[in-house]
């Protein structure tokens, strides 16, 4: 994944949380990107996009990759 650009982010949006078990993330998932990567935010929400078609849970698993 690439490093997301500290200007994508605006300061009033809180898109993670801290919750009793860790952290607690809003997250937007793009499937079909180029590429697999942070990309800002959108609708108050840490935007991802994922270079992965959302067909028999290939975009799932991409997903699941790049939060493990």
Excluded at 7 to 21: E, K
């Amino acid at each position: 994944m690439k490093a997301a650009q500290s200007n994508l982010f605006s300061q009033s949006v809180c898109w993670c949380q801290n919750v009793v078990d860790g952290v607690q993330l809003r997250v937007y998932m793009q499937p079909n990107a180029k590429t697999t990567e942070a990309a800002g935010e959108f609708n108050g929400a840490l935007k991802i996009r994922l270079n992965a078609p959302p067909v028999d849970g290939k975009a799932n698993k991409s997903a699941m990759r790049l939060a493990g």
